[in-house]
């Protein structure tokens, strides 16, 4: 029983974090990768993820995890084209099994992926965050927030924000029009039946992430938001292949849900494959930035959720999530190094600290 620590990578060529610097963390077992520059829709190739799996492993490392194998439109529309891209996505994940790969990470939410109004918002301590005010984002037309995006970003990519997916944004947005959040929990479970008996078979585990934030956004439908509608999409197959990747910012940012309840639940049902550990600063519903994970800096209880999970007898992969930019580092918005660095050192402490008091 145990949390195995793990650390967002992005990639061959897209990371400026050395494999060697995340390997010297305290407590690291691998790290979470992806192929950053595959579009959604498209077979992840063979060559390139064994590549990737050896340039992790000579770093002393494990790639059990892989995040943004990005889910087509067409499949969450239910498009003509989406058994195609279905069979698509079958064949990245028998790749990725054949890799050794255990969880995949990925979302349903449609057009965008995670979403803030600020990607560096400063605190009075000098660092910069994360943060979402809704009445901004609802004030602002969505092809000039992703312009924003990519000039704030610093000249990373960033994941979600890929601008090839987003350049048809006024198209999807009309194509998202007649689909409501019943449909798309329709359109999910067709994927689902498709994929699950494979993921079964290779001995992978679907790990969907909340939707952030866990609400609708300009009028497109959100399902992946809280206890109700994460029952209800464990429910369309029921099966230890079709789980959550719980994360305690996304979900944790609706104050209607408790977090170390929701994970209680779910961990003691064995569904949470993958748990994205991470703080925030609730002002108000609808407005919160990004925290370090220590407890009294943010709105959420990591010494509560850390012993959810413990208590339940959670055996799998976790991730310090968003981190802010501190002492002066330059790097992908939410995604730097030192921030994360003291994130794992934190929860391994909170984790060490409550097996313990257990034992003792």
């Not at 994460?230 to 979900?251: I, Q």
């Amino acid at each position: 029983m145990g949390m195995h620590m793990t650390f967002r990578w992005y990639g061959p060529g897209h990371d400026n974090i050395p494999l060697s610097h995340i390997r010297q963390i305290p407590g690291i077992t691998g790290v979470v990768a992806t192929l950053m520059d595959k579009q959604a829709g498209e077979v992840w190739p063979e060559d390139e993820i064994q590549a990737m799996k050896k340039q992790v492993e000579d770093a002393g490392l494990r790639m059990e995890v892989i995040e943004s194998v990005n889910v087509h439109e067409d499949i969450k529309l239910g498009g003509g084209r989406r058994d195609e891209y279905i069979e698509n996505y079958i064949t990245t994940i028998r790749r990725l099994a054949k890799a050794g790969v255990k969880v995949i990470c990925y979302n349903f939410m449609p057009v965008f992926d995670w979403i803030r109004s600020d990607l560096a918002k400063p605190l009075a301590d000098g660092s910069t965050v994360l943060a979402y005010d809704g009445d901004r984002i609802e004030a602002a037309d969505p092809l000039r927030l992703v312009e924003s995006f990519a000039k704030e970003s610093g000249g990373f990519s960033l994941p979600g924000w890929e601008p090839e997916r987003l350049k048809e944004l006024t198209s999807l947005f009309d194509q998202y029009r007649h689909l409501d959040a019943d449909m798309l929990f329709d359109n999910l479970g067709y994927f689902l039946r498709a994929i699950v008996p494979v993921c079964e078979e290779t001995g992978v585990r679907m790990a969907i992430h909340p939707d952030d934030p866990p609400w609708p956004i300009y009028g497109l439908p959100r399902i992946v938001t809280g206890e109700k509608n994460l029952e209800r999409l464990l429910a369309l197959v029921d099966s230890p292949a079709n789980s959550l990747t719980l994360c305690t910012g996304s979900l944790g940012s609706n104050p209607d849900n408790d977090m170390p309840a929701i994970l209680r639940k779910f961990s003691g049902m064995g569904r949470i494959a993958f748990a994205h550990i991470r703080n925030i600063k609730i002002e108000r519903k609808g407005l919160f930035h990004e925290s370090s994970h220590l407890s009294s800096d943010g709105s959420l209880d990591m010494y509560e959720v850390v012993k959810a999970l413990y208590d339940t007898g959670f055996d799998g992969y976790v991730r310090p999530d968003h981190g802010r930019m501190i002492w002066d580092e330059n790097g992908r918005p939410g995604y730097g190094l030192y921030d994360r660095a003291l994130g794992i050192a934190y929860l391994n402490g909170l984790w060490e600290a409550i097996e313990k008091a257990d034992r003792n």
